[in-house]
Structure formats: structure tokens, C-alpha cells
């Protein structure tokens, strides 16, 4: 038979339940499915294929899972940076998002960000903002594949002067998107507990229940709103979700950092999953997530970018280096967050964190073709001793040579196959003229 | 006038003492020294040069200066992670030092390293291994300006057997390159206050001074360090050093992770600057030093990455992106270590800590033309509000496209131009081969 496209001549890291590596393997898609993984057998020639991609001894892995984002926000990277939380929202990130968040520059920002993240390995994205079906219609014509998540906030937003329309517009959008694409699987964002009423979060989460979407909320980011809770309602904002009852398996917590360890056995309970979000949290001064103690509970925890406002990049592989590298400094240990199980948290483990496991996250028969080939013939990546350390501790985003998304090749020699990157750069540059 | 090198065309961030950024400017040079830096006016031509580089709208600031190095040690990169201190040291590293430090594999791994902190911006290193002078030949030959320090330690080391020859070892290697190579200055290296005998460090830092080299020492790197230190002598490893007399502008700390406030005073009467190692010793699980203490106090901080066995790269940029992003994590103040304040340690606070501060770190007339240019036209640089923003949170060591050292252009297009990248890197591929 013939495939329609063999992958072969690199190390395959499939991140499968054995973590299995393969030295020189190959990989045979058919219709976005991977049909076979094996070793290569040099007395035997590799199966027939409309189009081979040679990895040239590359590392082979599945295409990483970033499970939190606000695409649209590449628009104002670097426009403000180094300043307490409060001010940089209130003078610089609310003003500019009032003044230009629009559906055109919404869909300019998400298409630069898409293009980004496909660039440095990234093929699924947790997305949430204001006019998400925006960024729906760029990551389905980029070519990456998504969770995008409509914004709620209660609180006049673009796109919903009315904050009383805000779950009933999400769920207009969510039912437009639900059968639309088959990699953009639309979602609903509540904002954090402190911007959503209780009646908000509960409908909205009975939404999210009905059609079946992952509810996502930021929680527990900062110290301040943590004593917010406290002293407005006696208890931390996880037990307050709880209590809701918004707590379950299809609900994606994001940050974490400030919770205790009731607010991990709460999680761990209800099967809850969380997104890390490192250099966010570090370049925001909010903190650091107990990452270790939250694994070691059984919570499943994906890393994620965070917006451009506050990272001020898209690249996953980075974020892996200082997931690893973080805990290992505070908690003085140093086989804390080692090498495979960060890879795990950037792969598996955030598919699972956004309800897609069965799906994506690992190379493995029968899962949708989303694949990455790593170049290694480069300086900082020689010489090669083990590609997991590789990965976390020495490559970045610009080593990513190939991308596949359900077995289409949307970036092949680190060009962008399906959209004109200097278009999407030129339409933000010319954004940016307006907003400086 | 006809200058030897013009680059124009650029946003020149100068580092200077009023960190001046000039849109649109270009630098005159010739003799590998900066003669002008000027705004462009275009109606007025360039002036003659036999070369011009056109930075085409990208960032051009002075080369970066990495204020630790071990070079050889690109050798082991990636060799064994994740695991505690002692056991990687005296199950991986060392072995592996033993079977494989010969002045051969030195020069190769040397030529690595320089070639992978050329093409990532660093134009300046301050190294110490066994060996040393074959890591200065090869920082010649390749054209990386380097301090080259020898190591020191009163055990059995590759190439001094006996450790009662160390510093007469080390004297012959300065004598030989003192004058011998302008951008080559020799140092003398002493591992750390607990492998060095009071007799070996008062002997070095004696031979240093007669030669007016720089003295460099690991010191208070972890937590056991200080405790053995506080047992055996009952005060701090700074302490013991300040009694030795070792202490003074031309010593160089590295790490200090584990110093107290009166450490941190002493390092200040001194004058005695600190090499700052955030990848390192996050990675390592040895800690967090007080940096921002450090900078209240006086004290001058330069950036490094320490060696590939324990980064597991040598990007500058990385490392400053690190450094900016660790502190605010564990403070909790997100105006600690801003951009501006970051990229003056990778540039003219790590000059100035190896003492090279009247002749690099800054883009001034008068000092050598250690240049690099950033290409910005990329979609993780897009938009750009602000170039320092960029440089310290978005940046990574692949968008560097050209590097200049002392006025010749040894990187250029992404391409090392002075030695062949391909055999650099087939002769270590070669070495890990045994090594594995």
C-alpha cells in the first residue's frame, strides 16, 4: 500500500505510556492518522509514500500541546514590561485592548501567533480571548490545531458590551464551531472567579456541560487574590469552585500559584487538570505553581505561554527549559521535574489536561499525525548524548525544522506552507504603527 | 576618510553611561576600533568604507560577555542530568574528565564552544579549565576575544600531576601569553576555597597580581559548601577568602550563591565582582543567589553560563531572559533586575567584572568594534516596541545574524566565517563517541 507520507531517518521520541525511543525509525501517515511506527531495517525498503520527509538524523517527536494562550495578545508584546501586575493591566494592557481589540486585529494577532507557535513546534494551542471566533478562523486556516476558548468576564468586553449576553454569546459561538472544523474544537473562558459572579460561572459552566467543551478559568495567579478571597469569602478560590461545582475533568485551571495543599487534593478529587505557566508568573511576579507536590497528588499538569504580553513568546521548548530549571532552584532538588517528565507535561500530559489524550500527545497508531522533526546538526545541539535532555535543557523553538498537523505539513524547512508569514508580519507591523 | 568597516541601518542600543539608543544610526570603524556612531541623516551619504553592512532594520548592540565559561566541557554536554550535585560530579563528570581531558580534546570542545557563543552573540569569555592554553589557542584561532584562565587544584588534574606544580604550571602558561595574542588575556582559575589550600590560594593570587592577570574562584556555590566551610573554619567560604587576602578588584567570584549580607558587604569594601550563573545553579539544584542584594550593595554582577555540562548551552541571551524572569519569581517584585538593568550585566557589568570595562561592553568611540546584530524580521520579534524588551524577553541566541570582534567580521549571515563549522563539529561528534 502506499502512504500518503513516511517520516524516517531520525531518533523517534514517541512519549507513549513506555516512553519508548526509537534510534532511526519511521513513521507511515495516512488520512492525518499515524499508520505505523518502527525501527528502520536497512535490508528493507521503506514503505511506499506520496511524500517522504527524510529527519536526517533529527529527533522525531509528537508536536507539543500548549494549554494556555490569549493569541491575539501577540499584538502587544513587549509594550510593557517590568511593572507591578495592577498597573500593567489598569495603564497599559486594558487601555490598549479597549482601543484596538477588533475582530480584524484580533484575527492579525492570532495568525501571527499561530504562525509562532507552528514555527517553534507547537501544533496544538489552549487558547482564550475576547472575539475568539477570530482566532478559530485563523488557527483553522494556519493549519494549527485548537482549543479556543470565548472570553466571559462580567464586565462590559469587546465584542460583549452587554455582560449579562456574555455566556449566551459564548454559546452562539460555541454551537457555530462545534461540528465546523475538525481541529478546532471551541470552548468556553471564564475569566478568574473575582471577575465572574457565581451565577455566571455556573452558567456558564452548565454550558460547557451541555455541549460537552472544556470550561477554562484563570485561578489562584496572584497573592492579592488570594486575600481577596479570603476576606470576601472565608476560603481560597479552588474551594470556592468547588463549591460551585465547577470542578470536573472538562475544566482547565490556569496558574495555580498561589493554592495549598487542600486546593491540590481538591483538584486531584474532581480530576481537574492544570495549566503551569512559568515565565508568565516569573516576569509577572506572581509567583512560582507547586508543580512537584501537584504531580506528586496525581493533578495532570500542561505547561503553558501565557500571552505575549507577559511571556513575550509563543515557544514551548523554552518553557520547558524553565519549567525544568525553576522548581530545581527552589526546591533545591535536583531531580525534581527531570527531563522525560517535562517533555511528558509539554506533550501527553497537556493533551490530557485539555481532554484530547485519545487524540494527540504522543507518536502512537491510531492518533492524529501531529508530528515535529527536530534539526540536530547544529552547535548547541552537539554532541548528542540523550535527545530528551535535548529537548528541555539545550533546543529552542528555532530548531524545529518540520511540522505536521494531522499529517499535513504546514512548516517544511522552517517556511510556512500554508499562509505568507511576511503578510501576517507586515498586517501587525501596521497594527503596531496604531498602538505605539 | 575611508573606514575599514561601516554598519548601518540599525536601532544602536550603545549601553553607554546614559543608555543612549539611537534609531536608525551607523558605527565607523576601522582598526577594529569604534571611531563614530552617529544618527543616519538621510540626506547625507554613508560614509567611504571598504565594507558595509546594511543591519536592515535590526538590532545593533555591543557584543555580549559571558563572564563563565569551561569550554572544553561542550564535550559532555547533555552527558548526565537531573541528578544530585556529588553523584554528578563524581559518577559522570569527573570520570569522564579523567578518560578524556587531553590537550587534543580540549582544543576541539574549545572550538565548539567558541563557535556556538560567536553565533549567539557572545564576542567575549571569561574561561577557566585544565589545559588552558589550548583553549586559548583555540579562541585565537577562531576569534573570540577570552580571558583564559588555568585551573588550580591541589589534587592530581589533567596536565599537572603533581598539584604542588599548580601555580608555577599556571605562572608558565600566563608568562606565554601575556603578550602574545591582543584579544587572549591569561588568568589563573583556583577551583574553590575547599579544594585549594590557603597555601595555594595566597601563592595564586600573589602570581596574579605580580602579572596583573585576573584571579578567578567558584565560590559558595551550595549550600553543603558553606556548611563544610562553617564546621572546618567556622566562617564563610567570602570570609576566608577576604582573611587570605584574596579579595580585591581584580578577583572574580562566581556563583555566590549561598552569601550573606556581611559576604555581600565584603564583596563591596573590596571592589570584588561577582559572576552570576542562573542556568547553572537552577539546574544543579544549588539555589538562587541574591542578586538584587548584590546590585543595592555595589557590588558588580556579570552574567555567565557556566559550562555545557550543566546549562546545557552557552546563549547569553537565554541566560539574561533567565535571569530577568528567576528573580522577579522569588522576590515577588516584578521591578527587580529590569531589561535595561539585565542587559547592562551581559554587556558592561560583565566587562567591567573581568576588568575589560575602558575597552568592550559598551559601543563607544574609542573602545574595540565588538558588535552583533539582531534580525528582527521574525515572527517572536514582531511587533517591536522595544528593542531592549526584545533582547532580554523574546530573543534567543539563533537571531543573532552578524557578529564583530575587534573590527572583523567573524559571523556573518549566521555563518562562522573564520573556521569551518562542519569540522568543528564532526571532530566532537568524533570525541563522543568514545566518550558514550
Chains 1, 2 share one sequence.
Not at 511506527?37 to 509514500?49: K, M, V, Y
Not at 477588533?102 to 507547537?122: D, I, R, W, Y
Request: charged residues 20%; proline residues 5%; contains cysteine.
Amino acid at each position: 500500500m502506499t502512504y500518503d507520507l513516511v517520516i524516517h531517518n531520525g531518533t523517534i521520541v514517541t512519549v507513549n505510556s513506555k516512553f519508548e525511543i526509537i534510534q532511526s525509525g519511521f513513521i507511515c501517515i495516512t488520512a492525518g492518522e499515524i499508520k505505523r511506527i518502527e525501527a528502520e531495517d536497512p535490508s528493507r525498503p521503506l514503505p511506499d509514500a506520496i511524500q517522504t520527509i527524510d529527519a536526517t538524523g533529527g529527533i522525531i517527536l509528537p508536536g507539543l500541546v500548549n494549554t494556555h494562550s490569549h493569541l491575539p495578545m501577540t499584538l502587544f508584546r513587549g509594550l510593557a514590561d517590568d511593572i507591578p501586575l495592577m498597573k500593567w493591566l489598569n495603564e497599559h494592557i486594558f487601555p490598549a485592548e479597549r482601543k484596538h481589540v477588533h475582530p480584524g486585529n484580533v484575527k492579525s494577532g492570532a495568525h501571527l501567533g499561530c504562525a509562532e507557535m507552528l514555527l517553534s513546534g507547537t501544533t496544538t494551542c489552549c487558547d482564550g480571548y475576547f472575539y475568539e471566533e477570530k482566532v478559530a478562523e485563523a488557527a483553522s486556516e494556519i493549519g494549527i490545531r485548537a482549543v479556543a476558548g470565548q472570553g466571559v468576564i462580567d464586565f462590559p468586553a469587546p465584542g460583549v458590551e452587554n455582560p449579562a449576553e456574555n455566556v449566551d454569546h459564548a454559546l452562539g459561538y460555541i454551537e457555530r464551531w462545534l461540528e465546523r472544523h475538525p481541529n478546532i474544537m471551541p470552548s468556553v473562558f471564564c475569566h478568574t472567579p473575582y471577575t465572574c459572579s457565581d451565577d455566571t460561572l455556573k452558567k456558564a459552566k452548565e454550558m460547557a456541560l451541555s455541549k460537552e467543551v472544556l470550561f477554562q478559568i484563570h485561578v489562584a495567579e496572584t497573592r492579592q487574590e488570594i486575600e481577596q478571597m479570603q476576606s470576601e469569602r472565608r476560603m481560597t478560590p479552588v474551594k470556592h469552585l468547588e463549591q460551585l461545582g465547577i470542578l470536573d475533568d472538562n475544566t482547565l485551571v490556569v496558574h495555580g500559584v498561589w493554592i495549598d495543599e487542600q486546593d491540590i487534593a481538591i483538584l486531584a478529587d474532581h480530576g481537574t487538570a492544570l495549566s503551569h505557566n512559568p515565565s508568565s508568573n516569573a516576569k509577572l511576579a506572581a509567583g512560582i505553581a507547586p508543580v512537584p507536590k501537584l504531580i506528586e497528588a496525581g493533578v495532570t499538569v500542561g505547561i503553558g505561554t501565557d500571552s505575549c504580553a507577559s511571556n513575550n513568546t509563543l515557544d514551548l521548548i523554552r518553557e520547558m527549559n524553565l519549567c525544568a530549571k525553576l522548581h530545581k532552584a527552589t526546591t533545591l532538588d535536583p531531580t525534581v521535574l527531570d527531563a522525560p517528565r517535562v517533555l511528558k507535561m509539554a506533550t501527553i500530559e497537556g493533551a490530557r489536561a485539555i481532554g484530547l489524550e485519545k487524540r494527540i500527545g504522543s507518536l502512537e497508531v491510531g492518533k492524529a499525525a501531529d508530528v515535529i522533526i527536530i534539526d540536530v546538526d547544529k552547535p548547541h545541539l552537539t554532541p548528542l548524548y540523550n535527545p530528551i535532555s535535548h529537548l528541555v535543557y539545550a533546543a529552542s523553538g528555532s530548531d524545529v525544522r518540520d511540522v505536521i498537523v494531522s499529517g499535513k505539513v504546514v512548516v517544511r524547512n522552517r517556511i510556512l506552507q500554508t499562509m505568507c508569514l511576511d503578510d501576517i508580519m507586515y498586517r501587525v507591523n501596521e497594527i503596531a504603527k496604531a498602538i505605539r
